[in-house]
């Protein structure tokens, strides 16, 4: 099981859906994972520190949890079948983890909204597409400063014929 962050969320106006982009924490690789549009306004409003009159549902949520003097201690995303994600929330109740099966979109706008982790079944990476993120700016200009100091023979060292 692998920490995650979102990488990227984005609305694809077309279709009225979003995807949000989960990226291994201390490592490469992506997960794109469809959503709903509300679902995606949710998080959005998280990402955003959007703030409203009333509570939304995931406010309510959190609130609730909250409230009765329980804790959200993870969301992890267990498994995908047939282009469908599964999730479970692990509710700390007393002394008691509850384990609540819920869509992984409804479970990441509550983790934001309770600061609670975010995992990835190996199984889950293993199913999905095999995608990197990109190099980090911090990469490019560290590339970049090499190659200003890089002269052609220390480019070829190694590679020319003897």
Partial sequence: MKKVK???????AQIGQYLITLEEI???KLIPVWI?????MAIT???NNDKFPRPLTH????????????KLESVIITDLKDDTFYAD????????TISIDCRPSDSI????????????????????????K???????EDFKKTLENLTPEDFFKGKREK
Avoid: W
């Fill in 59 to 70: 406010d309510l949520m959190a609130t609730i949890i909250n409230n009765l003097n329980a």
């Fill in 45 to 47: 409003a998280v990402i």
């Fill in 89 to 96: 929330m692990k509710l700390a109740v007393g002394k008691e």
């Fill in 6 to 12: 979102i990488f990227s969320l984005i609305v694809v």
């Fill in 36 to 40: 709903g549009p509300a679902e995606g």
């Fill in 134 to 140: 990109p190099i980090t700016g911090k990469e490019v």
């Fill in 26 to 28: 201390n490592g490469t």
């Fill in 109 to 132: 706008a509550l983790a934001l909204r309770c600061n609670a982790p975010i995992y990835v079944e190996d199984r889950v990476f293993k199913k999905c597409p095999d995608i990197h």
